[in-house]
């Protein structure tokens, strides 16, 4: 674990105010006595100041202030569920820092527990996440690799990796890191690439070798990763398409309850228990993949260019199951 997160254990086993020695608190965190002072000093850098009692008996202790203040984070039922919901998708995903996560909201849950038994409040419990398809990815390894990014992200220093296409070829790439986030499980990166002089999106798993460089980079003016984003469906981007969707039975109802796009108009079409989606939006390959999921209970009104794509892409899907002549 990083220092960030080591202190925070000692700070935590720090607050049910006890002393402890060097040596115990090292032994609990399986790290050096040297790492301790480091920790101590990283909290007192913070403004968090961890005090030490000399002699036989001596050690390390929080100040009774900081115990209560610990004890009074007072998170309330909505904050603590939202919490809960949070780690639940980030461990039902496998993402790189799920083991991090759930950690931090154990120390947080034993913390809030203590304060809520003193004062007799029940305790609310979260439902089961379901887990469906995950990514198969190593997180040790993804979250090493994520580390360096965010380090050149901060600094601003570029970095150099191979990078393996979705056709299967590998290229050294030169990259300036803007902006990272997660999709379906998967970390990306939004960055600008000096092999293709655009920024583009990076899929983290298919990045190796990662160096980070001592040049830095000034990234470009005026760039904002919100309209980078802005109005897609997924990760694809692309130019804007208006479409025009007329969906029926329980996908009209599904797409009733989401938020495709930020300008997206539902207009229901009552006496065919139907609805007209309409909506500006990017990422073609993304849109086609989505409307064909709804198989026959969606038909593409506009635009022609779209609707020609989908009858293309599902006369193949039909090929496939065509029965063998005879």
């Known amino acids: ?38 920790y101590r000093d990283a909290l007192d850098g913070a403004g968090i100041y961890v005090l030490e009692k000399r002699g036989k008996y001596g050690g390390y202790y929080l100040p009774r202030d900081f115990q209560n203040s610990l004890l009074g984070l007072n998170l309330n039922d909505e904050e603590k569920l939202a919490l809960e919901l949070v780690e639940g998708e980030l461990r039902s995903s496998h993402h790189v820092e799920s083991k991090n996560i759930s950690s931090l909201l154990r120390k947080l849950q034993l913390v809030e527990e203590k304060r809520r ?34 380090k050149a992200k901060r600094e601003k220093r570029k970095i150099a990796l191979n990078y393996k296409s979705l056709s299967g070829t590998t290229n050294r790439r030169i990259l300036h890191v803007y902006s990272t986030y997660t999709y379906r499980g998967e970390i990306y990166l939004v960055a600008y690439c000096e092999l293709r002089k655009d920024i583009r999106d990076f899929k983290l ?19 904002s990763v919100s309209d980078y984003m802005k109005n897609c469906i997924g990760i694809f981007k692309g130019e804007e398409i208006k479409l025009i969707l007329k969906i029926w039975g329980p996908m009209a109802q599904i797409v009733r309850e989401t938020i495709y796009s930020d300008t997206q108009i539902i207009e229901e079409v009552a006496d065919e228990g139907a609805i007209l989606f309409k909506a500006t939006m990017r990422g073609q ?37 065509k029965e063998p002549s005879k």
């Open 117 to 150: 038994h003193a004062e007799s409040e029940p305790i609310v419990q979260s439902s089961h996440i379901v887990s469906g398809a995950r990514p198969n990815i190593n997180p040790d390894k993804e979250r090493e690799k994520l580390v360096c990014v965010i």
């Open 285 to 321: 390959q993304e849109i086609v993949a989505w409307i064909l999921s709804m198989g026959s209970t969606v038909q593409v009104l506009e635009p022609e260019g779209l609707r020609k794509a989908i009858a293309k892409e599902s006369k193949k899907i039909g090929n496939l199951y």
């Open 1 to 38: 674990m990083g220092t960030v997160t080591n202190a925070l254990n000692m700070l935590f086993i720090l607050s049910n105010g006890k002393t402890y020695k060097i040596r115990e608190l090292a032994e609990m965190l399986e790290v050096s006595s040297k790492s301790i002072r480091i």
């Open 205 to 223: 798993r298919r990045a190796n070798h990662i160096e980070l460089l001592d040049e830095t980079f000034t990234p470009k003016d005026g760039f």
